[in-house]
């Protein structure tokens, strides 16, 4: 599926967040340990500012076209409070159960925002809207 450039790096942005969620998903008891390391560094390091530049500069950018209660709107506000309270538990002593619980949680929010989000912000805003939205996030990444 071809992105518009505005979301492009929002979406490489996806493919490491697929990378860390499946490493959580095919954690062990013996690879637990690691693989939580492996998540609160790609956390702290891209994920943690990737929700936040989505909720400050994406969304509104969306709302400011269209319902911000639109279903999927509030569904990606609810998996990014879930993805957070997970990845705040994440511990080397974390159980496997909840690697696996956030990496199946992850994936399916990564294909959410894929699948629905992105084509929808693509339909709804404008040409004009979505290059200066893409230089809004280009903004957000260096500067933070």
Known sequence: MKRHPAL?????????????ALKLRRATAETAADAARAFREHWETGERLH???EEEVLLPA??????????????V??????????ADR??????????????????????LEERRLFPLIEETLPEEALVALGERLRA???GA
């Not at 400011?64 to 209660?69: F, I, L, T, W």
């Not at 506000?77 to 997970?86: N, S």
């Open 77 to 86: 506000l609810l998996e990014h409070v879930a993805i957070r309270r997970d």
């Open 62 to 75: 969306f709302a400011a076209h269209a319902d911000p209660d639109h279903p999927v709107v509030v569904q």
């Open 8 to 20: 492009v790096p929002l979406s490489q942005d996806h493919h490491q967040a697929l990378v860390s």
């Open 90 to 111: 994440l511990t080397s002593e974390a159980p496997v159960e909840l690697l696996h619980d956030l990496g199946a949680r992850l994936a399916a929010h990564v294909e």
């Open 51 to 53: 929700f936040r530049i």
């Open 140 to 142: 957000a990444e260096a």
